[in-house]
């Protein structure tokens, strides 16, 4: 799933635990909490939210960094039809994406993304804010949210690629806890927080 940087109180209001469930084909997934956190609500991405959806990613300016264009409606149902089937298609990776909704209201800005890889233990994350949410500090909340969900679940390696040059995205990294590992790949810079595993 392509990681696209823009703009994440540490998670309340999700239960931790069972955290498992199985899909159609007996694969174990991690569960599409709804996570919350002091002004967001991140809620499980469905194809139906693509009508609000294409309005918050409508600016050209989001994809400066990136690359692309706005989606049209269709183009973005079809992409959410396929990340909300939760895995990739050779089955090697675990796709999970949630909209941001502002609290109280539920008004969408953006969304965040996670696609966890080694078994359960390493994720790529990205994060979306539309352009009239921005500077509010609402992705590095998002960020840090996504952060203690996957923090929960046993996560160990948390990883983000931003272009060197995008620092609004790199402030939002820093805040979550990533920190930049001098790698750059493809013209993004690897940002990574890896943590030990948990004593038994």
Same mark, same amino acid.
């Given at each position: 799933?392509? #990681? @696209?940087?823009? %703009?994440v109180?540490?998670?309340?209001?999700?239960d931790?635990a069972?955290f498992?469930?199985?899909?159609?084909?007996?694969?174990? #997934?991690?569960?599409?909490?709804?996570?919350?956190? +002091?002004? *967001?609500?991140?809620?499980?991405?469905?194809v139906?939210?693509?009508a609000?959806?294409v309005?918050v990613?409508?600016?050209?300016?989001l994809y400066?960094y990136?690359?692309?264009a706005?989606p049209? *409606?269709?183009?973005? &149902? +079809?992409r959410y039809?396929?990340?909300?089937?939760?895995?990739?298609p050779?089955?090697?990776?675990?796709?999970?994406?949630?909209? *941001?909704?502002?609290?109280?209201?539920?008004e969408? @800005?953006g %969304?965040?993304? #996670?696609?966890?890889?080694?078994?359960?233990? &390493?994720?790529e994350?990205?994060?979306?804010?539309?352009?009239?949410?921005?500077?509010?500090? %609402? =992705? +590095?909340? =998002?960020?840090r949210?996504l *952060?203690g969900?996957?923090?929960?679940?046993?996560?160990?390696?948390?990883?983000?690629?931003?272009?060197?040059?995008? +620092?609004?995205?790199?402030?939002?990294?820093r805040?979550a806890?990533?920190?930049?590992s001098?790698?750059v790949? %493809?013209?993004?810079?690897?940002?990574?927080?890896?943590?030990?595993p948990? #004593?038994r």
């Amino acid at each position: 799933m392509p #990681a @696209v940087q823009q %703009y994440v109180t540490l998670p309340s209001g999700h239960d931790p635990a069972g955290f498992a469930r199985h899909d159609a084909h007996g694969r174990e #997934a991690m569960t599409t909490d709804q996570i919350s956190s +002091a002004r *967001l609500r991140l809620v499980p991405l469905t194809v139906g939210d693509a009508a609000e959806m294409v309005d918050v990613l409508s600016g050209e300016a989001l994809y400066a960094y990136t690359g692309g264009a706005p989606p049209g *409606l269709g183009e973005l &149902r +079809a992409r959410y039809a396929r990340q909300a089937a939760g895995w990739s298609p050779d089955g090697r990776e675990e796709w999970r994406n949630w909209i *941001l909704r502002r609290e109280p209201g539920g008004e969408a @800005v953006g %969304y965040v993304q #996670a696609t966890i890889t080694g078994g359960g233990r &390493r994720a790529e994350i990205a994060w979306v804010v539309g352009l009239r949410w921005q500077g509010r500090g %609402y =992705a +590095a909340e =998002a960020a840090r949210a996504l *952060l203690g969900w996957l923090d929960a679940r046993g996560v160990q390696v948390v990883q983000a690629r931003i272009h060197p040059e995008h +620092a609004a995205s790199a402030a939002v990294a820093r805040r979550a806890g990533l920190r930049p590992s001098g790698v750059v790949e %493809y013209s993004e810079q690897l940002w990574l927080r890896d943590r030990p595993p948990a #004593a038994r």
